[in-house]
């Protein structure tokens, strides 16, 4: 259900946050081309990003699901006496601290994201005030590019929930298919 749901609703809110995108980088550049380049500047940092979180989110997701998968077997297998429970105990506390460190950076993308747009906006003013500033840039401009620089990082952290559902419904069917794949 979750894998239909993402490729059902993901899909078109990805199209539709890439529109948004669009839009926005096009008003930055008909307002001014450099501070537009400042606002794409984070983009960059934001791939680096993404792509080092990425790999850890799938593996911990994965671990996730390898516990989940190893104490419902066992629990399945071995519904008897008292040393059972002893041993669910430990089965259910490390699928606890793998679901832990999974949430753990998922939850990295949005303060990630926020964080970098937040250098972003940063740079508008001083790149604005002081590096292009000796009268070449109004108040207003600088003030117009930050707005939009705030819509610009919208559709991103958007994209990056989408993004985190994204990462956990493939550790999942990473193990479906490794369940299909053992031989009988």
Same mark, same amino acid.
């Given at each position: @259900?979750?894998? &239909?749901?993402?490729?059902?609703?993901?899909?078109? %809110? $990805? +199209?539709?946050?890439?529109?948004?995108?669009? !839009?926005?980088?096009?008003?930055?550049?008909?307002?001014?081309?450099?501070m537009a380049l400042v606002v794409l500047c984070g983009v960059p940092v934001l791939a680096?990003?993404?792509?080092?979180?990425?790999?850890?989110?799938?593996?911990?997701?994965?671990?996730?699901? @390898?516990?989940? &998968?190893?104490?419902?077997?066992?629990?399945?297998? %071995? $519904? +008897?006496?008292?040393?059972?429970?002893?041993? !669910?105990?430990?089965?259910?506390?490390?699928?606890?601290?793998?679901?832990?460190?999974?949430?753990?950076?998922?939850?990295?993308?949005?303060?990630?994201?926020?964080?970098?747009?937040?250098?972003?906006?940063?740079?508008?003013?001083?790149?604005?005030?002081?590096?292009?500033?000796?009268?070449?840039?109004?108040?207003?401009?600088?003030?117009?590019?930050?707005?939009?620089?705030?819509?610009?990082?919208?559709?991103?952290?958007?994209?990056?929930?989408?993004?985190?559902?994204?990462?956990?419904?493939?550790?999942?069917?990473?193990?479906?298919?490794?369940?299909?794949?053992?031989?009988?």
């Amino acid at each position: @259900n979750s894998v &239909s749901d993402m490729l059902s609703n993901g899909l078109i %809110n $990805i +199209v539709l946050e890439a529109f948004n995108l669009l !839009f926005i980088i096009i008003f930055m550049f008909m307002v001014d081309v450099q501070m537009a380049l400042v606002v794409l500047c984070g983009v960059p940092v934001l791939a680096v990003f993404m792509f080092w979180i990425k790999n850890k989110q799938r593996k911990a997701w994965q671990a996730v699901s @390898n516990k989940n &998968s190893n104490l419902n077997a066992y629990l399945q297998e %071995n $519904i +008897v006496g008292a040393r059972i429970a002893k041993i !669910f105990n430990g089965l259910s506390k490390e699928c606890r601290r793998t679901w832990n460190t999974a949430v753990r950076y998922s939850n990295l993308v949005w303060p990630g994201i926020d964080t970098i747009s937040v250098f972003v906006r940063a740079a508008i003013f001083l790149f604005g005030l002081v590096i292009f500033g000796q009268g070449n840039k109004s108040l207003g401009t600088i003030v117009a590019i930050s707005s939009y620089a705030s819509y610009f990082w919208q559709p991103i952290m958007n994209l990056g929930n989408i993004f985190n559902n994204f990462i956990n419904n493939i550790a999942y069917l990473e193990r479906i298919f490794e369940t299909i794949d053992e031989p009988v």
